[in-house]
């Protein structure tokens, strides 16, 4: 089991680009979250899915879009990148919503200059 | 929403110390998980522990969710416990809130 994966590991964006972090897992895990960590913080949800063709958003989802195609995949959208949106990002996911461990990936460094 | 304060903000230990980490929550929540970041930023759970008392190695919790809180016992430290453990708890919906973590440096 490689667990959570998400790709890629950094990235620098110009203000005003998009991109698209990848997160797949291979653990059958119907719930999978997208978080941010600012440096020196604690993490922020952005969005969540608790299974296939179904999102909700988080904490701080303004920026972003997310869609949940299968169960395995887990893409975040980020539509013209701004400065503000420079941080860690993380994808997690749980076989039953937060009342079971939730486990992450290694984390996207994303720069926005 | 929730709000989940941690102490110390910050420690150092003498390799071989024990420490205790706290988490308090302003509200009850249903699940309460703790988590190691370390140094190189993976995020790696250490337990999901909504009551009672846990125990991993050196490592074991425990929570009173009728007092609103969570303790995290670090047994003879060891410089790979170094990094950030985070608590995070939510009610009864998908949110789980993130305290803002208890940085630990243990020296050698």
């Known amino acids: 089991n490689a667990g959570v994966t998400q790709t890629p590991k950094f990235r620098i964006l110009k203000i005003g680009q998009s991109m698209t972090l990848q997160c797949t897992q291979d653990?059958?895990?119907?719930?999978m979250y997208w978080y941010r960590q600012d440096p020196g913080m604690g993490l922020k949800l952005i969005y969540y899915?608790?299974?296939?063709?179904?999102?909700d958003k988080g904490e701080v989802p303004n920026g972003y879009n997310v869609s949940r195609s299968t169960t395995e995949d887990f893409p975040l959208r980020l539509e013209l990148a701004a400065p503000s949106q420079t941080s860690v990002y993380f994808c997690?996911?749980?076989?039953?919503?937060?009342?079971?461990?939730?486990?992450f990936g290694s984390g996207t460094q994303l720069s926005v200059l | 929403g929730i709000q989940v304060e941690q102490s110390p903000p910050d420690l150092i230990l003498q390799e071989g110390a024990n420490s205790t980490l706290r988490c308090n929550f302003s509200?009850?929540?249903?699940?309460l998980q703790w988590f190691h970041q370390n140094p190189w930023g993976q995020l790696i759970n250490l337990f999901y522990?909504?009551?009672g008392t846990k125990q991993n190695g050196r490592l074991s919790a425990t929570t009173v969710a009728t007092e609103r809180y969570s303790l995290l016992y670090i047994s003879s430290s060891q410089t790979t416990d170094s990094g950030v453990y985070f608590c995070?708890?939510?009610?009864?919906?998908?949110?789980?809130?993130f305290g803002g973590g208890t940085r630990l440096m243990v020296k050698p």
């Open positions: 509200d009850s929540v249903n699940n």
């Open positions: 522990i909504p009551s």
């Open positions: 899915s608790v299974g296939a063709g179904i999102t």
């Open positions: 995070a708890g939510g009610d009864a919906g998908n949110m789980l809130t």
């Open positions: 653990m059958n895990h119907n719930y």
């Open positions: 997690a996911s749980s076989r039953q919503g937060l009342s079971e461990k939730l486990f």
